[in-house]
T-cell receptor
Framework: EPEVTQTPSHQVTQMGQEVILRCVPISNHLYFYWYRQILGQKVEFLVSFYNNEISEKSEIFDDQFSVERPDGSNFTLKIRSTKLEDSAMYFC???????????FGSGTRLTVV | AQSVTQLGSHVSVSEGALVLLRCNYSSSVPPYLFWYVQYPNQGLQLLLKYTTGATLVKGINGFEAEFKKSETSFHLTKPSAHMSDAAEYFCAVSAPLSNQFYFGTGTSLTVIP
């Protein structure tokens, strides 16, 4: 069964450093997403991406965040200058069309120290 | 606007007993509804979904859920709990023309042998 692949599975970074979280969505999917889950809290929407541009973003997704689909297969989330409160599990998801559920990756646990 | 409320952050059942996880939604338009399961240190896996049509939907691992518009509910059930069902369960809602999913806070299911 097709999978969404996320790398790395765990990343530790120092506060103020830039991080790039990588995702390979399912190849025939058209919609791509990033969500995050702070430990013990609900899964929160960050951003959706369609047709090579951001289609929706949440208040969490401020100027420190950016997304890119550089080569038609990878979908990346960049955090420019990490803060302690960015520590969370980050999930990538892709979707074939809006009537279907997302397929989530297994997540990247980001720890900012 | 869409939102989801999951009643009961922790549910414990005996092995072989009925599982009932509650989800109520709020939506200004006919919603799409989903249940996801998250096993420890893993991503979210789609259990089942309701978009249109039959209000009783069956998913993987013997789970099913019924969309009740009059009660704005989408409760998840399984007739007989198995030890392997122990996990975190998330209800989610999206509007048909929206990319974004809104997740509930999750219900942690414990199965007692």
């Amino acid at each position: 069964e097709p999978e969404v692949t996320q790398t790395p599975s765990h990343q530790v970074t120092q506060m103020g450093q830039e991080v790039i979280l990588r995702c390979v969505p399912i190849s025939n999917h058209l919609y791509f997403y990033w969500y995050r889950q702070i430990l013990g809290q609900k899964v929160e929407f960050l951003v959706s991406f369609y047709n090579n541009e951001i289609s929706e973003k949440s208040e969490i997704f401020d100027d420190q965040f950016s997304v890119e689909r550089p080569d038609g297969s990878n979908f990346t989330l960049k955090i420019r200058s990490t803060k302690l409160e960015d520590s969370a599990m980050y999930f990538c998801a892709s979707q074939q069309d809006r009537a279907n559920g997302y397929t989530f990756g297994s997540g990247t646990r980001l720890t900012v120290v | 606007a869409q939102s989801v409320t999951q009643l009961g952050s922790h549910v414990s059942v005996s092995e072989g007993a009925l599982v009932l996880l509650r989800c109520n939604y709020s939506s200004s338009v006919p919603p799409y509804l989903f249940w996801y399961v998250q096993y420890p240190n893993q991503g979210l896996q789609l259990l089942l979904k309701y978009t249109t049509g039959a209000t009783l939907v069956k998913g993987i691992n013997g789970f099913e859920a019924e969309f009740k518009k009059s009660e704005t509910s989408f409760h998840l059930t399984k007739p007989s709990a198995h030890m392997s069902d122990a996990a975190e369960y998330f209800c989610a809602v999206s509007a048909p023309l929206s990319n974004q999913f809104y997740f509930g806070t999750g219900t942690s299911l414990t199965v007692i042998p």
